[in-house]
C-alpha cells in the first residue's frame, strides 16, 4: 500500500467520521489513485458538497472546497473551465449527487466535462440522521421511511452511462485493492469519470436494517458484488439481490473544455 | 468611443472592460440579452461561457471560477434570482468576489416576465439566508449601467464579497447612447506576495475587525480549504463563539468601512423646498420631472444597501416630506422611514402592476403633501 499521509492535512484529525465508517477506506482509495500517477497536489482541487463523505475535502491537501448540499459538480465546473489544464475531483455522497444534486450529475455527464466525480454510496442520509436517499433500497428502514421505503432506487452507474459520461466505474470498500486502481483510470479519461464506491454507514442505515456491525456490512459488500466478467454470465435470476463491480464503461470521447479552447483558438483569430 | 447600445448590452461592454472572462448563466427574461452578449464575446477575448441547466449551477461555477482568479457574472430575473441565493451566501462568508445582475421583473413567482417592476429590492438584500451584508447597485441609465456593472466588479474584487446589481426591465432593454472610455478603472483582488512561506499561509488571517483577507488563487501553490461554514483564519471549521462572531461582525465592517466608496445618492433640493421626491431606476426620471414641475427636491439613489441612512436623516432635517416613488408596493420606503426616525413624513407613490409610473402621480403626491 502506498504511503498516503503526505497528501493528508495531519493536524485536521481526528476526524468527524464514526468508528466503522467506510468513508476512510475510501478516501485512502482517492489518495492512493492521486499518489499513483505523481500528481502535483498543487495542480489538484478536490471539491465535496455537503454530508459526512463530503467532509473529506477538509482533510486532503490541495485546493479544497466544501461547497454547499448537492453543488460540488457545479463548483468544479466553474474551476475546470476556469482552469482546464487542472485536475478536478469531486468527492460526495448519494443522497448529494443524486437527489439535490442529481440534475447537476446528469448535466456534467452529458457535458463530458472532464471531472471525476467518486460517489460514497452509503445508500442513507448520514449526516442528517439517516433519512432515505435516493439510493436506499425499496422496503429498507430509515428514519423517514419508518414502515419500509416506498420509493425505487436509482442505478447511479446506468444513469451516468446513460447522460454521456465516458468513463463509469463501481467498486465497494471491500474491493479496497480494486477501488483505486478505477479511480486512477477515472482520473487518467479525459472526460466525465463517475466511480460509484458502495459503502456502509452501520451507524445509521445498518443499525436500522439489522446490520449494525461494520464488518457484517462490509461482508455483504463481499458477499453481493460480482465482477463484470462474471456478471455478463449471469442470468436475470442469478442477479437478483447482487449488483456488478468493475469498470462498467469506457469510451473516450471529446472532451469539454477542450472543445472550448478549440473555439477560443479558432474564434480570437477573427 | 460613444456608442448606442440596449441597457443589457451595455453591461456586457461594461463588463468585459473590467475584466471578466467567465460568464455562467440561464436563460430568463428580461436578463438573457447579457448571457447572449457573453456567449458571442467572451470567447474572442479568450474567455469562457457556459450555459448551465439552472440559475443555482450558474451561481455555483461562477464561485468555482472566481476561486480561480478569474473575474465571473452571472445575470437573472426574479425567479432565477431567487434560486441563487444560497450561493449568494457562500460567497459572502466564503468571501469570493462575484457579481450577479438580477433585472428586475414583476412577481411574485413568474408574475409579470416583460413588465417592468422594481420588486426585488428586498429580495436583494435579504435573500441569501442568514446575518450577512449586501451590496445592492442600481443604475437608472444605459450610460450608468455600464459604468455600475465596473463598478460592481471593482467593489467584489476589492471587498471579496458577492455584489448585486438590479437594474429594472426598462433600464436592461432600453436603447441609449453610452459613453465607453478607452479605459475604465479596474480594480484587482490583493493576493498574497511571492515571498511568503506558501505551507504556513493562513488564507483568512486579518488584523483588524474590518478587513479584506488577503486570499490566494487556487492553483498558486497554496493548497488551502474554502467552506461555507464559519472557519478560522486557516478556513478550517469552527463552532466557536468568538471567532464566529469576530468572522460576521467583520464581514459586516467591510463594507461599512468602504461606505463612502460604495454609496451612491444624488441630492438636489431647491432653495425653500419643503417636499423631496426619492426615486431609483427608470422611475427617475418621472420623478426628476415632477420634482422640477413643482420646485421640489429630488434625490435619486445608484446604491440601494448599504442604505444611505445619515444621507437621508440630514435630508429629513432639512424638509417636511420625502416622497418615495418606486414600481412595488413600498421596499424603499420602509428603509427611509427607519433612517428618518420621525423626522420627516414619508409617504409613497407606488405602482406594481406593469406599468411604469409617470410624472402625474408624482405631482398629484407633491400638491397633497403641500396642501
Ligand atoms: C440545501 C440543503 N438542504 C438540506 C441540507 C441538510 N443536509 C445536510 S447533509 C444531507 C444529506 C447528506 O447525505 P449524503 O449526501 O448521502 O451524504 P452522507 O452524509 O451520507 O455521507 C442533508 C439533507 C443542507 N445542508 N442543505
Ligand atoms: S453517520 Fe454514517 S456515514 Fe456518517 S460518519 Fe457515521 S457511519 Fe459514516
Given at each position: 500500500?502506498?504511503?498516503?499521509?503526505?497528501?493528508?492535512?495531519?493536524?485536521?484529525?481526528?476526524?468527524?467520521?464514526?468508528?466503522?465508517?467506510?468513508?476512510?477506506?475510501?478516501?485512502?482509495?482517492?489518495?492512493?489513485?492521486?499518489?499513483?500517477?505523481?500528481?502535483?497536489?498543487?495542480?489538484?482541487?478536490?471539491?465535496?458538497?455537503?454530508?459526512?463523505?463530503?467532509?473529506?475535502?477538509?482533510?486532503?491537501?490541495?485546493?479544497?472546497?466544501?461547497?454547499?448540499?448537492?453543488?460540488?459538480?457545479?463548483?468544479?465546473?466553474?474551476?475546470?473551465?476556469?482552469?482546464?489544464?487542472?485536475?478536478?475531483?469531486?468527492?460526495t455522497g448519494d443522497g448529494d449527487c443524486s437527489a439535490i444534486g442529481g440534475n447537476h450529475l446528469i448535466h456534467a455527464a452529458r457535458r463530458n466535462i472532464d471531472l471525476t466525480v467518486v460517489v460514497f454510496n452509503n445508500s442513507i442520509y448520514g449526516m442528517t440522521g439517516g433519512q432515505f436517499s435516493p439510493t436506499t433500497p425499496q422496503n429498507d428502514i430509515a428514519a423517514t421511511s419508518p414502515y419500509g421505503n416506498l420509493d425505487n432506487s436509482f442505478d447511479l452507474c446506468e444513469l451516468t452511462r446513460a447522460a454521456g459520461a465516458s468513463y463509469v466505474a463501481r467498486s465497494t470498500t471491500f474491493h479496497a485493492t480494486q477501488t483505486p486502481l478505477l479511480i486512477q483510470k477515472g482520473i487518467e479519461n479525459k472526460g466525465f469519470s463517475f466511480i460509484e464506491v458502495v459503502t456502509a454507514c452501520p451507524v445509521y442505515y445498518g443499525r436500522l436494517n439489522k446490520t449494525p456491525d461494520a464488518v457484517d456490512m462490509l461482508k455483504l459488500q463481499r458477499d453481493n458484488a460480482r465482477n463484470i466478467k462474471q456478471w455478463n454470465m449471469m442470468t436475470d435470476e442469478e442477479k437478483q439481490g447482487k449488483f456488478v463491480i468493475g469498470e462498467l464503461y469506457n469510451k473516450p470521447a471529446p472532451e469539454y473544455t477542450e472543445k472550448y479552447t478549440q473555439l477560443i483558438e479558432r474564434e480570437k483569430s477573427k | 468611443m460613444s456608442k448606442f447600445l440596449q441597457g443589457n448590452e451595455a453591461c456586457v461592454e461594461g463588463a468585459l472592460a473590467v475584466g471578466c472572462r467567465f460568464f455562467a448563466g440561464y436563460p430568463i427574461t428580461p436578463s438573457t440579452e447579457i448571457a447572449e452578449g457573453m456567449a458571442k464575446k467572451l470567447p474572442r477575448l479568450g474567455g469562457r461561457f457556459i450555459q448551465m441547466e439552472d440559475e443555482i449551477a450558474s451561481m455555483g461555477a461562477v464561485i468555482g471560477a472566481s476561486l480561480c482568479g478569474t473575474k465571473a457574472l452571472t445575470a437573472t430575473s426574479g425567479p432565477g434570482f431567487s434560486l441563487k441565493q444560497e450561493h449568494i451566501g457562500y460567497a459572502v462568508i466564503a468571501e469570493?468576489?462575484?457579481v450577479i445582475v438580477n433585472v428586475m421583473r414583476g412577481g411574485p413567482s413568474t408574475g409579470l416576465p416583460t413588465s417592468p417592476a422594481q420588486s426585488d429590492v428586498m429580495q436583494a438584500r435579504w435573500g441569501t439566508h442568514g446575518d450577512h451584508p449586501a451590496i445592492v447597485l442600481t443604475p437608472s441609465t444605459v450610460q450608468e449601467y455600464f459604468e455600475l456593472t465596473v463598478k460592481a466588479f471593482n467593489l467584489s474584487e476589492k471587498l471579496r464579497t458577492s455584489v448585486i446589481l438590479a437594474p429594472d426591465e426598462v433600464i436592461a432593454h432600453m436603447r441609449e447612447r453610452v459613453e465607453i472610455p478607452d479605459q475604465v478603472n479596474i480594480i484587482n483582488r490583493k493576493l498574497p506576495s511571492n515571498s511568503v512561506d506558501k505551507s504556513t499561509y493562513k488564507p483568512y488571517k486579518v488584523e483588524k475587525d474590518d478587513e479584506v483577507p488577503v486570499i490566494p488563487n487556487f492553483f498558486d501553490g497554496f493548497r488551502f480549504n474554502v467552506t461555507g461554514l464559519y472557519h478560522d483564519e486557516t478556513g478550517f471549521p469552527t463552532a466557536s463563539p468568538s471567532i464566529v462572531e469576530k468572522c460576521i461582525k467583520r464581514l459586516h465592517n467591510k463594507v461599512g468601512s468602504a461606505y463612502e466608496e460604495i454609496k451612491g445618492i444624488e441630492i438636489d433640493l431647491p432653495k425653500d423646498c419643503d417636499v423631496a421626491v426619492l426615486s431609483y431606476g427608470s422611475t427617475f426620471r418621472s420623478a426628476r420631472q415632477a420634482a422640477r414641475e413643482l420646485n421640489a427636491g429630488h434625490v435619486k439613489l445608484t446604491t440601494l444597501f448599504p442604505f444611505p441612512e445619515k444621507e437621508i436623516r440630514e435630508l429629513a432635517s432639512k424638509i417636511k416630506t420625502i416622497i418615495v416613488a418606486e414600481m412595488n408596493l413600498g421596499q424603499i420606503r420602509l428603509e427611509v422611514e427607519r433612517a428618518v426616525a420621525g423626522k420627516a413624513s414619508v409617504v409613497g407613490v407606488n405602482i406594481a402592476n406593469g406599468l411604469l409610473i409617470s410624472p402625474d402621480p408624482i405631482k398629484e403626491k407633491i400638491k397633497e403633501c403641500r396642501i
Amino acid at each position: 500500500m502506498s504511503d498516503i499521509t503526505n497528501h493528508l492535512r495531519m493536524d485536521k484529525f481526528p476526524h468527524i467520521w464514526c468508528p466503522g465508517c467506510g468513508n476512510g477506506i475510501i478516501l485512502r482509495s482517492v489518495l492512493t489513485a492521486i499518489d499513483k500517477l505523481g500528481l502535483d497536489p498543487n495542480n489538484v482541487a478536490v471539491v465535496s458538497g455537503i454530508g459526512c463523505s463530503s467532509r473529506s475535502a477538509g482533510y486532503v491537501d490541495f485546493n479544497t472546497v466544501h461547497t454547499t448540499h448537492g453543488r460540488a459538480i457545479t463548483f468544479a465546473t466553474g474551476i475546470k473551465m476556469a482552469k482546464p489544464e487542472k485536475t478536478v475531483i469531486v468527492l460526495t455522497g448519494d443522497g448529494d449527487c443524486s437527489a439535490i444534486g442529481g440534475n447537476h450529475l446528469i448535466h456534467a455527464a452529458r457535458r463530458n466535462i472532464d471531472l471525476t466525480v467518486v460517489v460514497f454510496n452509503n445508500s442513507i442520509y448520514g449526516m442528517t440522521g439517516g433519512q432515505f436517499s435516493p439510493t436506499t433500497p425499496q422496503n429498507d428502514i430509515a428514519a423517514t421511511s419508518p414502515y419500509g421505503n416506498l420509493d425505487n432506487s436509482f442505478d447511479l452507474c446506468e444513469l451516468t452511462r446513460a447522460a454521456g459520461a465516458s468513463y463509469v466505474a463501481r467498486s465497494t470498500t471491500f474491493h479496497a485493492t480494486q477501488t483505486p486502481l478505477l479511480i486512477q483510470k477515472g482520473i487518467e479519461n479525459k472526460g466525465f469519470s463517475f466511480i460509484e464506491v458502495v459503502t456502509a454507514c452501520p451507524v445509521y442505515y445498518g443499525r436500522l436494517n439489522k446490520t449494525p456491525d461494520a464488518v457484517d456490512m462490509l461482508k455483504l459488500q463481499r458477499d453481493n458484488a460480482r465482477n463484470i466478467k462474471q456478471w455478463n454470465m449471469m442470468t436475470d435470476e442469478e442477479k437478483q439481490g447482487k449488483f456488478v463491480i468493475g469498470e462498467l464503461y469506457n469510451k473516450p470521447a471529446p472532451e469539454y473544455t477542450e472543445k472550448y479552447t478549440q473555439l477560443i483558438e479558432r474564434e480570437k483569430s477573427k | 468611443m460613444s456608442k448606442f447600445l440596449q441597457g443589457n448590452e451595455a453591461c456586457v461592454e461594461g463588463a468585459l472592460a473590467v475584466g471578466c472572462r467567465f460568464f455562467a448563466g440561464y436563460p430568463i427574461t428580461p436578463s438573457t440579452e447579457i448571457a447572449e452578449g457573453m456567449a458571442k464575446k467572451l470567447p474572442r477575448l479568450g474567455g469562457r461561457f457556459i450555459q448551465m441547466e439552472d440559475e443555482i449551477a450558474s451561481m455555483g461555477a461562477v464561485i468555482g471560477a472566481s476561486l480561480c482568479g478569474t473575474k465571473a457574472l452571472t445575470a437573472t430575473s426574479g425567479p432565477g434570482f431567487s434560486l441563487k441565493q444560497e450561493h449568494i451566501g457562500y460567497a459572502v462568508i466564503a468571501e469570493i468576489p462575484c457579481v450577479i445582475v438580477n433585472v428586475m421583473r414583476g412577481g411574485p413567482s413568474t408574475g409579470l416576465p416583460t413588465s417592468p417592476a422594481q420588486s426585488d429590492v428586498m429580495q436583494a438584500r435579504w435573500g441569501t439566508h442568514g446575518d450577512h451584508p449586501a451590496i445592492v447597485l442600481t443604475p437608472s441609465t444605459v450610460q450608468e449601467y455600464f459604468e455600475l456593472t465596473v463598478k460592481a466588479f471593482n467593489l467584489s474584487e476589492k471587498l471579496r464579497t458577492s455584489v448585486i446589481l438590479a437594474p429594472d426591465e426598462v433600464i436592461a432593454h432600453m436603447r441609449e447612447r453610452v459613453e465607453i472610455p478607452d479605459q475604465v478603472n479596474i480594480i484587482n483582488r490583493k493576493l498574497p506576495s511571492n515571498s511568503v512561506d506558501k505551507s504556513t499561509y493562513k488564507p483568512y488571517k486579518v488584523e483588524k475587525d474590518d478587513e479584506v483577507p488577503v486570499i490566494p488563487n487556487f492553483f498558486d501553490g497554496f493548497r488551502f480549504n474554502v467552506t461555507g461554514l464559519y472557519h478560522d483564519e486557516t478556513g478550517f471549521p469552527t463552532a466557536s463563539p468568538s471567532i464566529v462572531e469576530k468572522c460576521i461582525k467583520r464581514l459586516h465592517n467591510k463594507v461599512g468601512s468602504a461606505y463612502e466608496e460604495i454609496k451612491g445618492i444624488e441630492i438636489d433640493l431647491p432653495k425653500d423646498c419643503d417636499v423631496a421626491v426619492l426615486s431609483y431606476g427608470s422611475t427617475f426620471r418621472s420623478a426628476r420631472q415632477a420634482a422640477r414641475e413643482l420646485n421640489a427636491g429630488h434625490v435619486k439613489l445608484t446604491t440601494l444597501f448599504p442604505f444611505p441612512e445619515k444621507e437621508i436623516r440630514e435630508l429629513a432635517s432639512k424638509i417636511k416630506t420625502i416622497i418615495v416613488a418606486e414600481m412595488n408596493l413600498g421596499q424603499i420606503r420602509l428603509e427611509v422611514e427607519r433612517a428618518v426616525a420621525g423626522k420627516a413624513s414619508v409617504v409613497g407613490v407606488n405602482i406594481a402592476n406593469g406599468l411604469l409610473i409617470s410624472p402625474d402621480p408624482i405631482k398629484e403626491k407633491i400638491k397633497e403633501c403641500r396642501i
